[in-house]
């Protein structure tokens, strides 16, 4: 068959078969090797995938990114179902009506091929069928929560986006079920998804469906119950998820406010830390008015006889001072200073962009009251035994009502409405039709535990169970996910959920740490080597087995390019490194790949027909440490008291490269540039 | 796409349309952007053969750009580009400014 | 007209693919099964037949391999029974979800454990949601055709589904009885031409199988799979009346035996529905107005016309080869099922019988007969569900 030429300009002028528009994360090494491997075929490819990252990424609902037939049935099988086309295939051509030549190929992760799919590999390898199997191996099983998600931390409440590594997460002690405060060991971005929201009563998620949250288990009478983790998808209308009810005490804000040298009332006196009359102030302040630093005023929309004007001038003069002057329907201060600082508190400008600001979660209870009073002096009315609270902006709905839930205050969901266009709103009339929010809360009542024993957290100080009221597609949205040491779960808006991991394969390297082999204070990570799969594949007695890395781009087509030249089965492992795994940043996964073929942890190599033969020999030879060093799963290995692993690897990776090299073949090739 | 009643949807879920997920425009995920100087482009194409996103546009065996709508900003074309006399032909800088 | 030869069930259903040739046969070997697939592979072996046959390592990757087949555009078979079927089980459904017509003889045998290689229902009854269309057979003679039936069953463009053609195992798999046989081309003009569907092979039209479907749209697939399923039974009727046409034996939903006058009946599947039959003759030749009903289409299930066939009957046993612990046997479930929207309905009891090979001889039919005829009389039951032949 007339090939064509082995070079990046030919090679660019042929049609994308796998394209743009999958949902594999960005920088994701597995793309890279399907592009690869279909630019180096002169014939038609069918593929088939088991279930895994590209699988699912590749072909959801009614989108397909596969340019050429591909076929997936499920997890464990992807040879079999290669080898029933092929036999088809086989069968029709046998009866003239195929004449084409076409390749069988599988690109399988290193879940599906070396652990649960190694059957039925290995069955089809026995068998002959002319196919090629290429394992993309990223060494684990690699799921999230929408971007909106707000986390407990020590430092108040935080938007996911906003949470850092290291940073202390509040998470659910699951022995002692008390709260307890973690580091975040990593922030993830999972790219976007699709989302559904789950409902309790009185809280609201949103997650993609392998997103697990911690259910309870009604073990029956006499027995205890247990908590366990259940995935969106598998959590029915009427489970029951963890919620968060109350933090612990805290401390009084420090503030660190200069006052403004020249001009303005400098009799002004500005606290230096809150106090539940500050925060009964601000709680007004928040639902009445606002602040213009520039034009050095506060200003609170309080008409004359309200309770809550009668309030604010007392505790202004209280904790400020004096300055404050009111008409019918205004109270004010002209005041730089006073204005930069409630200005620098957060709550935020004008009436749209309000929100209750995270260091107001880590104030003593008192003062949260105070706050929350203050509200419900200002801009909340009663509706029968509750309160309601309206306003316009929704993330002070929301940051609202996770204060309350946190405060012994049980809150409704969020309800919309829609003030229609001509509305009397204080001594405006709306210029047009605005959308609202409002919540309704009231003080949770001291039950007579009794009468609740269902409810088992009911005497946990710090968490409660709700019944999951429904569960909607809500759309696509950006999702990040956190990592958090110890007990792998945080608390986003009020539920109990469970970082998603990265479990360990067969194929996941000695040292590694993964969620189910975590590196913790007794165990540092995977204690068993990893398969050799390559060298199991080749003692099949297959006619040619490969290793190769996306990096070295040209020794892989070459490789594929062999391989269809031949019939029968045929193996190829191809090192795909996953940032998300891999704990690595989102551009390295070319340079790991390289840095994997130079230290000589991914030796690239065919064996043909049992002739084993190096095809690429690294220049210089690197220490395995310039490949370690640079993923976070590794990390915990560059502490002194895990040195001796390092050193066990490097000792492992030179054993093995030197056996390596003592059975291939003289016509070793020297390290070629890769690029022309 | 709209989502489909039972009575119009292929039969066992085939997907007949080989190739629609170009209609997923995942531009949206970056939070980076890659920017091409031409001057310091050796056209290797590294970038495109690197690209998982197959958003480098080559035409007639030439580097011409970026495919914004499905770029999701890794970073690769960018550490990969062996650039010009120390000089890189692509950058990362932040989406939106 | 065709030969008569005396084979055994797996003898005949082996014949039976043998005059079809599929194109691809996946399968893995399992006792009472075995000796069809030996019988199959001796065909391929002595050049008798063009199919591919894969020897595939395990049940579960021999219904993948035939996934992969069908999918590719061509006519699939395998075969399977007991512990292999539950191997599979995975697999049923995604062959039934991506409405691939597959055709499995399922020799039926006891699931373990313990382990037990004998015959009883327990098998096919475990994968009756999945999908799949499943057609019994009292002897070797039903076996062979609807063997030939299924093809066109499934093959058919309303259905496009797998099906399965239960038999027991050991009673009728490796017992020799009279079989007529059809003519090799007489078969093969009566299933016709392989029409694909969606082929996948064919690369100019290029296609992707086996998306991940989200909770927005899987609801409506199996809605979609759900109509297909109620298509079935018109067709399993058109496809019996050619048959006829061809063969001279008659066949429909389930097999009515002295069930039209009767004021009793058992109701009761495969080899045993045999046995029964002679009893019955015996009781009507004393004066017993005994029936007996056999179903032959169990998926889907023909609720409307087995309640109009049993709603005149005064007392009705139905007798499981299996039994859902916990529950009812599968079968008094869907005959339950079917006879309670109607107002006036038998008093119904359930037995369970022959479990793991345990024979089921003439005697049993006669203490089940004689509790209907008691029944009848008393007007009340003791115990709804009870097992028969068991030592105490």
Known sequence: MATQPLRLKELSKKEDLFTYGHRMCAGCGTPIIVKIVLLASDYPVIACSPTGCLEVSSCISQYTAWKIPWIHSAFENAAATIAGVESMYKALKRRGKIDKEIKFVVFGGDGGTYDIGFQSLSGAMERGHDMLYICYDNGAYMNCLSTSSLIMTKDGIKKITEVKEGDDIYAFDQKTYQLVLKKCTGVFDNGIKDV???????????????????????????????????????????????????????????????????????????????????????????????????????????PQKTKAREVIMNLHAKIFGNGIRADKDYVYINSVNLANFIDSLGFGECA????????????????????????????????????????????????????????????????????????????RTLPKDSQYGYICFNKRCRSKTDKYLSQFLVKNKYFDTEKVKSIKLVGREPTLDLRVDGEHNFIADGIVVHNTGIQRSSATPYGADTTTCPAGSVIPGKLQQRKDLTRIMAAHNIPYVAQAAPSHWLDLMKKVRKAFEIKGPKFMNVLSPCNRGWRSRTDDAVLLSRLAVDTCYWPLYEVENGVTRITFKPKEKKPIVDFLRPQGRFRHLFEPQNEWMLKEIQEEIDKEWKLLQKCSVAEEKEAKPEDE | MKPKGWRELPLGGVILEAGNAVEFKTGGWRAFRPVWNEENCIQCLFCWLYCPDMAVIVNDGKMEGFNYEYCKGCGICALECPGRKGQKAIVMIEEGK | MGRIVAVTGNDAVAEALRQIEPDVCAAYPITPQTDLMQRFANFVSDGKVQTELVLVESEHSAMSACIGASAAGGRVATATCGPGLALMWEMLFVASGLRLPIIMPVVNRALSAPINIHGDHSDAMGARDSGWIQLWSENAQEAYDNTIQAFRIGEHMDVRLPVMICMDGFIISHSIERIEYLEDKEVKDFIGEFKPLNPFLDIEHPKSIGPLILPDLYHEFKRAQHEAMTKVKDVVLTVAEDFEKLSGRRYGLFDPYRLQDAEIAIVILNSAAGTSKDVIDEFRGRGVKAGLLKPRLFRPFPYEEVAQALRHLKAVAVLDRADSFGGYGPLFTEVASSLYPLREKPIMINKIYGLGGRDFMPQHAEVVINELVEITKRGRIETIKEYIGVRE
């Open chain 1, 352 to 427: 749209n962009d309000k929100k209750v600001p995270g260091w107001v979660f880590t104030l003593p209870k008192e003062e949260k009251e105070g706050f929350i009073q203050g509200l419900m002096l200002s801009d909340s009315y009663r509706v029968g035994k509750s309160c309601r609270y309206v306003s316009a902006s929704e993330d002070l709905l929301k940051t609202l009502r996770l204060l309350l839930q946190t405060t012994d205050y049980r809150v409704g969901k969020i309800h919309c409405q829609t003030k229609k266009k001509g509305t009397k709103c204080v001594k």
């Open chain 1, 196 to 302: 559904y929201e789950l409902e309790t009563l009185h809280h609201s998620i949103k997650a993609t469906v392998n997103h697990p949250f911690l259910v309870l288990k009604r073990n029956g009478r006499g027995r205890q119950n247990t908590f366990v983790w259940k995935m969106l998808k598998e959590i029915k209308i009427g489970d029951e998820v963890v919620t968060l009810k109350n933090l612990d005490g805290g401390k009084s804000a420090k503030f660190n406010f200069t006052k403004v040298k020249n001009g303005d009332n400098n009799e002004i006196n500005i606290p230096e830390s809150s106090s539940p009359d500050l925060m009964k102030y601000l709680g007004i302040y928040l639902g009445n008015d606002w602040a213009r630093p520039k034009k050095g005023e506060v200003r609170f929309a309080l």
